[in-house]
Structure formats: structure tokens, C-alpha cells
């Protein structure tokens, strides 16, 4: 019998997947045609940036950010609209941060161009003028830790251009900013100047948060452009007697009240079931956040948009989350997973958009191998619209809390990345950086991949 019965099983089955396939297929390729003819994430993201800016949390630009997001929601035609209320840490950056080269030469030098990176404290009104100790990595400040004492670090790491994702060359250099001003304060260093990471052929510093140790002096911590990091650093070979000034006003103020922003697109046969999908709402005061992370939240609103326009109806309940401070403080993704399991709230899957509104190429996946099959079952219905990459493990930052929390699978849309690090935490983050349809790709992609776990997770 059982020589029989499996080749009429397997028979069956193939034109069983063939018009499954075939019928996903056709629903993608509304969904394609609705975002790419009729999306409003363009416009969207051209009111969040244009009309609010950047919106630090605690800022009054964060308070007008959140009405937007509340607005923008209600017009994609979310069942309901609330805000999830988080305390955020509330750092001021101050007046604009100087820094120049002391020497006793008489030629000009031009200023330095930097920022205060996210949680530094400031220098005080004078300032800081110091000899500079330039390190190539934390190898090199060990070796040179007696040299330390009373100079200004500089970390010269360069942003490594062998790697072709350059999440990887990022991942590698972010330790310096992150860790650096600590790893130096243990050895006397008064303040410390990072090269950005970046590899852009431009002079814009990009900041980004960082985190004292404790046990060690809070000291001042500045990002600085490439172009201006080389020239510092062949000034410290050709003036041994060159030092630095370095004056920053950032100060951190009380935590304060912030929201998650939450639309809820109502499951159909699930409704106590849920999938969700964001980005974060707020960004670094330097620019208009357009691509960091304006672009992951008005894609994000037009997955639920495009759902409505184009009579889905999930299953499950979609979520679309705005986060609240994933920059210097993750509490906004921390206290909607803290609220998720107190709930005993079932989630299905999370996804988010936190890697620039740049070509889709794919989704970073973490999820049990059962799940990834299937997602890899689907590449042919994503091969069209040129996104094919899911190869790599990862998520976003603000789910991964979700993940951390209650195990629940998670993805994050993956575009090219070649142009990100030429933008990220810069002052050229802004609208006019951002492409259209490259854009709208990258909601279609979003939408698609929920439409089709919502059916076969």
C-alpha cells in the first residue's frame, strides 16, 4: 500500500503548492501596484521632516512627532490609534560644539568639525585644552596607556572598506564610540575625539549614542568628520607641540514622559493574535532623520495602508509601532515587549525597518528553523521585484527586545547599504537623500512579507 499512496500524495500535493504560490503571487502583485502607484509614504515622510525635524527624545520636537504619528496612522485607516506611554532619557546638546588646533605656528587653521556624541557630558564653559594622544584602536591605547594622562584621546579607527555590507564595517567600528571615552577616562584622559563612522568622501561628523563605565571619570566625547580627522592627524606628525580645543554644552537632563505611537489594523479570524511591524520615531538633533529612521516608520504606516486599500484583511491583528527613543536608550521597544509579556499578549512575528530607505535587497531573519524554510519557500515571489537576499541572521534593534522577551520570530528589511554610512546620525540625513521608489519598494516588501507570514506562520 505504501508504495502506492506516496506517489499519489506527492501528486496531489505539487499543484496544491503550484496555486497556492500562484494565487500569493497575484495578491503581491496588487500590492505592488497600489504602493508603487498610490503610496503616501513619500508625503509622509516629507511633512515628519520637514515640519518636525529632528525629534530627540525629550525634545519638543519628539511631542510633535507623535502627533504626527498619530495622525498619519488614523489616515492610513487604522481601527484604533493610542499612544504607549515610556520614560526617555532627555539629553541637550547646547550651543554648537568648537574645537581647533592650538599651535604655535602662525598659518590658518580652519576649525574642526564635530559633534558631541549622544550622553557625553559637556566640557564647562572653558573648555578643554589639551596635547592629543592619536590611537588606532584599543590595542594601541593599552600600549600607550602611560602616555594618557591629561591628553585628549583620538581614536583614528577607520571604517573598514573590505566589507561589502557595511552594517559589518559599522559593527566593527561603533566600539569606539560606544566604549571608547570610558576606556580612555581609566587611564586620565580628559576628553576624546572619534573619527566617524562613516567611509562617505565628505567632512560631516556623525554622532551616535555612547555609555560611560562607572568606575571611570565621565569625560567629554566628540565625533569627528574624516576629511578633518585626517588633518588632525597629519598635524599631530608635523607639529609635535599642536594641541586641542575642545568646548561642548551638552548636559542630561531628567528622564521624561515619551510614547510608543500604535495603530492596530484588527485581525480577522485572530484578533488576540499579533504581528508587528515599525520603525523608530525619534533621531538625532543634527539632521532631519530622514533615512534614520523616518523612512521605517512611513513604511511601516503604509503596510497597513496598502492592507486597507487593497481589501487585505490580516488574520492575525497588525501592529504598526512607532518606537520611541531607540537612539540613546531602547525604552520605547523595551517597555512595549515589558507590556507584551505582562499581557501574555501571543505575538506571531515582528519586523522592522531601521536600515535606511535604500533599494530592498532582502530580510536579516532570526527565527526557528521551521519558519525560516518557509520564508526561504517564498523567494520565488520575491524574485521579481529584485528582493532575494534572506541569508543573513539579524533583526531590528527596537523588536529584538520583543524577541528577547517572548521568543517571538523577527525580521528586518534589508536594502543596499553601500550609501547609508555616507548619511547615518549626519547632518545630511535629510529628505531631499531619500529616493522615491526606492522608498515605496521597500514598503511593498514589508507588506508583502506580512501578508505572507500572517497566512503560514
Sequence with gaps: MKKFIMPILVAFSLPVVAQSQEKDSLTLRRLADEVLTHSTAYDNLHTLTKKVGGRLAGSSQM???????????????????????????????????????????????????????????????????????EVAS?????????????????????????FIKTFHSYRDAVQYRGQGASRAAKYGAVAVIVRSMSHAANNFPHTGAMAYDSAYPKIPAVAIGLEDADRLSQRLKDDVDAKVFLRTNCVMLKDTIGHNV??????????????????????????????????????????LRAFKATGIKPERTLRVVLFANEENGTRGGRKYAEVAKARQEKHIFALESDAGGFTPRGFTTTMDAAKKAKMDSWKPLFA??????????????????????????????????????????????????????ELEL????????????????
Design 63 to 133: 511631542v510633535k512627532a507623535e502627533q504626527w504619528g498619530v495622525k498619519a496612522l488614523k489616515a492610513a485607516g487604522a481601527d484604533t490609534v493610542y499612544l504607549q506611554e515610556c520614560m526617555v532619557p532627555h539629553w541637550v546638546r547646547g550651543a554648537a560644539e568648537e574645537a581647533r588646533i592650538i599651535s604655535k605656528r602662525r598659518d590658518f587653521i580652519p576649525p574642526l568639525n564635530v559633534l558631541a556624541l549622544g550622553n557625553s557630558v559637556g566640557s564647562g564653559p572653558s573648555g578643554v585644552t589639551a596635547d592629543v594622544l
Design 138 to 162: 584599543f590595542d594601541d591605547l593599552e600600549a600607550k596607556k602611560d602616555q594618557v594622562k591629561g591628553k585628549i584621546v583620538f581614536y583614528n579607527y577607520h571604517f573598514n572598506p573590505t
Design 262 to 303: 500604535i495603530g492596530e489594523l484588527r485581525g480577522s479570524k485572530y484578533p488576540d493574535q499579533y504581528i508587528t511591524v515599525g520603525g523608530h520615531l525619534d533621531s538625532w538633533d543634527a539632521a532631519e532623520g530622514a533615512h534614520d529612521d523616518g523612512t521605517g516608520c512611513v513604511q511601516s504606516i503604509e503596510v
Design 384 to 437: 521579481p521585484y529584485g528582493i532575494y537576499d534572506f541569508e543573513e541572521p539579524g533583526g531590528g534593534v527596537d523588536v529584538g527586545q520583543l524577541h528577547e522577551a517572548l521568543g517571538t520570530p523577527m525580521a528586518e528589511l534589508s536594502p543596499d547599504s553601500q550609501r547609508y554610512f555616507d548619511i547615518h546620525h549626519a547632518a545630511n540625513d535629510v529628505f531631499e537623500n531619500v529616493n522615491k521608489r
Design 442 to 457: 521597500g514598503a511593498f516588501g514589508m507588506a508583502a512579507l506580512i501578508y505572507l507570514v500572517d497566512l503560514n506562520f
